[in-house]
């Protein structure tokens, strides 16, 4: 008999990897570069011996033989990122970065970028991307501190890896879809409790009847799961032409691993469940009371939670909805004053005029 309730337990762990993993990148594309260690170097302005900025982010580069990236966001759109690149190590991928250009994921951020050279006249503090070894970040941060400034390393938060998926905006699609694999792994091994009862009087043990589950499992899992793979890698190709495909699919697999896991150990955990029940009951479907209570626990209190968890999403979904639509308003509302700051002296003039306008008499 054929496991549905697994198989699509399986089809929906692909289906979220996939998802999962895409969002994850496009989060770490616009909130960092992925692979590097972080810097922030602040302190008073100090001279940088007089060559400037390009000479001393080249000398640590050399020094370090690392690549050094400096961002500097664009103060007009902050979906535009400006990187300056020094590079001190040609067998580093960062490094071709200025002649081939930036590999990006997402399409909703632009990358600039630019040779060390155009960061003559630019703040020295700020945000530095560090590519290379384990010794080079430290190597920058000594520098940095002997010419005057004060350093401070950003630790790489678990939010930044695959912790991201149990925070912010993707937390509760990964709560829901979990749950929802925990219920159809465990409904599927209820469904097969006659089988079961039926295996265990032609003599099977509860080890042979699993193996031969996962076996049919994959027997016919696999090929939706490699069509599944095929259409995502197709559909990436168009978006960004397979830009950092590598670490994507390290991130999908590692993801359907942990889905597809929980997936197979809770069947395994009812069945072995179900495995006690007596075989009259079992043939006739219907669970005795030692094994209908954890079996409640692990079907039904994961089925609550899934309701629970969406209809939390919905209201905290309306919540984002009024919040955005109160800060549109209020933008709007502040939209002349902002003219007034940035538009310069006839902006100002017009709108004392119209203020006179509005005075009575």
């Given amino acids: 008999m054929k496991n549905k309730g697994l198989h699509l337990a399986v089809v929906i762990a692909a289906l979220y990897a996939m998802f999962a993993g895409f969002a994850s990148s496009i989060l770490l594309e616009e909130t960092t570069l992925p692979d590097s260690r972080q810097i922030l170097v602040s302190g008073q302005a100090v001279s940088t011996g007089g060559a400037g900025l ?14 050094i990236v400096k961002q500097i966001r664009d103060l007009h759109d902050t979906k535009i ?9 040609e067998n580093l991928p960062q490094s071709h970065w200025i002649t081939e250009g930036y590999p990006r994921f997402s399409q909703g951020i632009q990358t600039n970028i630019y040779p060390v050279e155009d960061l003559q006249g630019k703040d020295p503090r700020g945000r ?6 384990d010794g080079a970040e430290d190597k920058v941060m000594e520098e940095f501190e002997r010419v005057g400034f004060s350093v401070e390393e950003i630790p ?9 998926l149990l925070q912010g905006t ?5 709560l829901v879809t979990m749950l929802l694999i925990v219920v ?16 265990r009087l032609h003599g099977a043990s509860k080890k042979d009847v699993l193996i031969h589950e996962l076996k049919d499992l994959f027997k016919r899992a696999i090929p939706q799961v490699a069509a599944l793979s095929c259409v995502g890698t197709f559909w990436l190709h168009s978006y960004n032409g397979l830009n950092q495909f590598v670490p994507l699919a390290q991130r999908v697999s590692i993801i359907f691993a942990i889905a597809l896991g929980l997936a197979i150990a809770i ?25 209908a209570v954890p079996v409640a626990y692990l079907i039904r209190v994961p089925g609550i939670l899934i309701a629970v968890s969406l209809v939390a999403s919905a209201f905290g979904a309306l919540q984002t909805t009024q919040e955005a639509a109160v800060a549109k308003a209020e933008l709007n509302a502040a939209g002349d004053a902002s003219a007034i700051v940035f538009e310069g002296e006839p902006r100002r003039k017009k709108w004392i005029v119209w203020l006179s306008s509005q005075v009575p008499g």
């Fill in 267 to 291: 069947h395994a955990t009812v069945a072995t469940l179900l495995w006690d029940t007596s075989i009259l009951h079992g043939l006739k479907g219907r669970l005795g009371f030692r094994v």
């Fill in 81 to 89: 990122r400006n990187l300056y690149i020094a590079t001190g190590n």
């Fill in 156 to 164: 790489v938060s678990s939010s930044l890896g695959l912790g991201i």
């Fill in 54 to 67: 390009p000479a001393l982010a080249q000398k640590l580069a050399n020094d370090s033989s690392s690549v």
């Fill in 170 to 174: 993707l937390s509760s699609p990964t």
């Fill in 184 to 199: 159809l792994s465990g409904t599927s091994a209820i469904a097969q409790i006659k089988r079961y009862s039926v295996e």
């Fill in 128 to 133: 530095y991307f560090i590519f290379g070894s």
